[in-house]
């Protein structure tokens, strides 16, 4: 995982706002699939993070086919690698043809890059994108800068905050 520390800006996205936007990249997917009338074969979630927009966007596209890949990032002498820990159904993924792989977010492209090549014939969407992922995914919704980190709504929680102007 890349650390959030040294990020300059913090992106906090609300449900409301990952439900939102999740619809907005299902729409946009809308009909564009290979198959007739644009149709998609199946959605792929990459977990965690990409689960909430794969459901969200086969709710939207009544696409009844779900299936999951998980990939872990492992660190191995500050060189990040990553591996496939849990596989999709091989009859279902073929090259991947058909197949819309969702993920929440895009950073350094590592994630995709790595089931891009498992599966070079898929269409790979994501909610939000960071400019060094870019070249890896299809279709995204909102671009962050490098050095933003995206909160998202699973990872916080409602907390009390100081008003503006303090009491003693
Ligand atoms: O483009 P990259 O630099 O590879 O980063 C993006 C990936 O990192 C995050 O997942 P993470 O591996 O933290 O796991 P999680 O989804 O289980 O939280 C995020 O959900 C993406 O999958
Ligand atoms: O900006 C981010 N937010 C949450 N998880 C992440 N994993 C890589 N980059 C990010
Ligand atoms: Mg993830």
């Not at 058909?98 to 269409?123: C, N, Q, W």
Request: hydrophobic share 40%; aromatic share 8%; proline share 5%.
């Amino acid at each position: 995982m890349i650390d959030r520390l040294p990020h300059e800006k913090g992106f906090h996205v609300s449900w409301d706002q990952i439900h939102r936007d999740a619809r907005a990249l299902a729409w946009r997917l809308d009909g564009k699939g290979p198959g007739e009338g644009g149709a998609w074969k199946a959605v792929v979630g990459i977990t965690r993070g990409g689960l909430v927009p794969a459901m969200i966007v086969s709710r939207e596209l009544d696409i009844r086919v779900v299936d999951t890949i998980s990939v872990k990032s492992y660190n191995h002498q500050a060189q990040m690698e990553a591996v496939v820990t849990k596989s999709p159904q091989t009859d279902l993924m073929g090259d991947g043809t058909g197949i819309l792989i969702v993920d929440d977010l895009v950073d350094s492209g590592k994630t995709l890059e790595m089931v891009r090549k498992l599966y070079p014939k898929a269409h790979f969407a994501t909610v939000y994108a960071k400019p060094s992922g870019r070249p890896q995914v299809d279709t995204y919704i909102t671009e962050v800068s490098q050095d933003t980190w995206i909160f998202f709504p699973w990872d916080m929680a409602l907390q009390y905050v100081q008003p503006f102007r303090g009491t003693d």
